[in-house]
């Protein structure tokens, strides 16, 4: 069974027919061909690679029905940066070589821009808590927490 459902993507409307069972994962990769939300975990809500914000708040896209996200606001990680400025956490992930691979980092920018606005000043801890639920295969994880510090200390 199809449904047309209305979501706004990065400020773009998209209006479609959907099977009612396409996860907001696939949409957003598939029918608006944003690839920069990764799948890590084959749909499991483990790995947080998909993490979008559905009206400002960071979720994992895997765990969400296309249809449920009718008339919210997504971002993915291509709507972070405006008029080619990238985000403070942004420059901050290339200052301090926050990634290897990268197949893990969207997910992350998209938790942690979330996380420093509500956390204007985290802790070490607060940012290792605030990440359990994006793995990274590659980093051990101290430069990111650095990225994530630093980059709220300067949003501040
Ligand atoms: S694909 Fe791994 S949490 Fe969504
Ligand atoms: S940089 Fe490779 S999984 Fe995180």
Redesign the pocket.
């Given at each position: 069974m199809n449904t047309t459902v209305k979501i706004s993507i990065n400020g773009e409307p998209y209006e479609e027919n959907i099977p009612n069972r396409m996860l907001l994962?696939d949409f957003i990769r598939e029918v608006a061909m944003l690839t920069g939300t990764?799948?890590?975990?084959?749909?499991?809500?483990?790995?947080?690679?998909?993490t979008i914000q559905l009206d400002g708040e960071a979720m994992?896209?895997?765990?969400m029905l296309a249809v449920q996200a009718e008339g919210h606001e997504i971002t993915t990680v291509e709507g972070l940066a405006k008029d080619g400025e990238l985000t403070p956490l942004q420059k901050s992930f290339n200052e301090h070589h926050a990634l290897q691979c990268g197949y893990c980092t969207p997910g992350i920018l998209m938790n942690m821009d979330e996380f420093i606005k509500k956390n204007p000043n985290p802790t070490e801890a607060e940012i290792r808590h605030g990440l359990v639920g994006n793995l990274c295969r590659c980093t051990g994880y101290a430069h990111i927490v650095e990225a994530v510090k630093d980059a709220a200390e300067k949003s501040a």
């Open positions: 994962v990764h799948v890590g975990c084959t749909y499991e809500g483990v790995c947080g690679a998909c994992k896209s895997c765990l």
